[in-house]
């Protein structure tokens, strides 16, 4: 979205604005030289000139490529150079023989003693600020810029300084004019402040409007989940019913067929053949128990996730009905987006793929526990370092996704200072917490490597 889109800055892409800035530049430059020419962002130019006991400074100020012209109380000479950029260097300490604007266009240009000239051009969404200069081997001006501000405009390179037909010089006072170069900057500066305004309210909506979506993301999964686990047959029953049939549970089976008192009807129970019936049983309880952990996380998780979407709504409404900047500032980073920030990880989505990042070891644990069975888990090996999660979709995970993800885990690690950096993955279902382990520590039952290259 270009916000010049509700801003009317085609008003200062006219002949007349060139025209009159031109004049208003000659009456007040001429004999002036270029002390300094500097920007301090990539859009902002600001150009200071002297002679005897008088200096001022020009702010020219781009705008969804659209150019302003301002009188600036800038004073370059006390400026710091080392915070900002300085440009057009060649025509440090040049003289201005005169300024011009050029009849029928949006363009006037400051010619320079020593046959240079610099050209104000503000054709519409492409303005610039390009320098020309005299080639005397040839005793021509070079027909294309040797230097110019906004390099992001690369075709300004080829843009062909066509011969000059200065404007013709409009019948007005001294003081008329200035009138009109202070009608102009009173407009402009209407604008830019509109400009402003427009584009920090915009920025904020955008960030609400893609937190919303993530919460609700995060809302539909948790709802999700919270159902399975009630579809899902309960551990605890399931440990009650190897209890019941222990006696006729030989050791070393890996399964067996037995009658389920609960629904009266046949089933098998899949057993850890290293294990007792009793020891069988005492897992699927532990599995119970963090069950219930998980149920009510989940359930905590979802009141806590609606009510942050509330006050993010709340909120969006409020960003909405503002008119002005002085009452857009309150709403500063660290209000509500910091308030509502619940989540256990940061989310990504790349490719249509849901990753997850652990933001610390607790939070790697509820990672572990918010995740699903047939996720993908991943780790940078031997380090610490946040676990990442990819959401199960579709039958396998691309390897693209993968090494996108093992970059995750890599950089999110103790080892992101390695240049390479072996990372573990393995199906969510073979990763398990540490019985009375640290935060974020896990066993592994079965893994693949992938080497990521910092």
Not at 180 to 205: D, G, M, N, P
Not at 399 to 406: F, H, R, S
Request: aromatic letters at 10%; charged letters at 30%; glycine letters at 4%.
């Amino acid at each position: 979205m270009l916000i010049s889109q509700d801003i009317d800055l085609k008003q200062f892409s006219t002949q007349i604005y060139y025209q009159d800035w031109a004049a208003y530049l000659d009456y007040l430059l001429r004999e002036t030289y270029l002390e300094r020419a500097q920007s301090f962002d990539k859009d902002t130019l600001y150009l200071q000139f002297a002679k005897k006991n008088f200096r001022r400074c020009i702010e020219i100020k781009i705008i969804d490529g659209y150019l302003l012209i301002f009188n600036s109380l800038k004073d370059l000479s006390s400026t710091n150079t080392k915070k900002g950029q300085l440009q057009f260097k060649e025509l440090e300490n040049a003289k201005i023989s005169n300024v011009s604007a050029i009849d029928n266009d949006r363009l006037f240009f400051f010619n320079f003693s020593d046959s240079k000239r610099l050209w104000i051009k503000g054709f519409g969404k492409f303005s610039n600020v390009l320098l020309q200069e005299f080639d005397k081997d040839a005793d021509a001006w070079h027909p294309t810029p040797t230097n110019i501000f906004r390099l992001g405009n690369k075709s300004d390179w080829e843009f062909h300084l066509h011969e000059i037909y200065p404007a013709t010089a409009s019948i007005i006072t001294e003081q008329q004019l200035i009138e009109r170069i202070e009608h102009w900057e009173s407009k402009s500066l209407t604008a830019f402040r509109e400009y402003i305004f427009q584009t920090q309210k915009h920025q904020k909506l955008r960030k609400t409007e893609q937190r919303l979506q993530h919460l609700n993301r995060i809302l539909k999964d948790s709802i999700s989940r919270l159902e399975n686990l009630k579809l899902k047959r309960s551990n605890k029953e399931i440990g009650d019913l190897i209890l019941a049939h222990a006696h006729s549970l030989r050791p070393g089976i890996s399964k067996a067929l037995v009658t389920d008192y609960y629904t009266q009807q046949r089933i098998w129970l899949k057993l850890n053949p290293d294990l007792s019936a009793a020891d069988n049983a005492k897992k699927y309880y532990g599995k119970a128990k963090n069950e219930v952990i998980e149920n009510q996380k989940l359930k905590e998780n979802i009141e806590t996730t609606k009510t942050s979407i509330k006050l993010l709504e709340a909120e969006y409404s409020k960003i909405l009905e503002i008119n002005n900047l002085k009452d857009l500032k309150p709403f500063k980073k660290e209000d509500v987006l910091k308030k509502t920030d619940t989540l256990p990880y940061k989310e990504l989505t790349i490719q249509g793929y849901t990753l997850w990042v652990g933001k610390n070891a607790k939070s790697n644990d509820e990672l572990l526990r918010l995740s699903s069975k047939n996720d993908l888990w991943l780790h940078a090996k031997d380090f610490t370092g946040s676990h990442v999660i990819i959401r199960k979709r579709g039958i396998e995970y691309p390897k693209e996704i993968v090494e996108i993800a093992a970059k995750l885990a890599a950089t999110n690690s103790k080892a992101k200072t390695q240049s390479v950096v072996p990372v573990i993955f393995t199906l969510r279902k073979f990763v398990t917490k540490v019985k009375g382990g640290l935060p974020g520590q896990v066993n592994i039952q079965k893994e693949s490597i992938i080497d990521v290259f910092l």
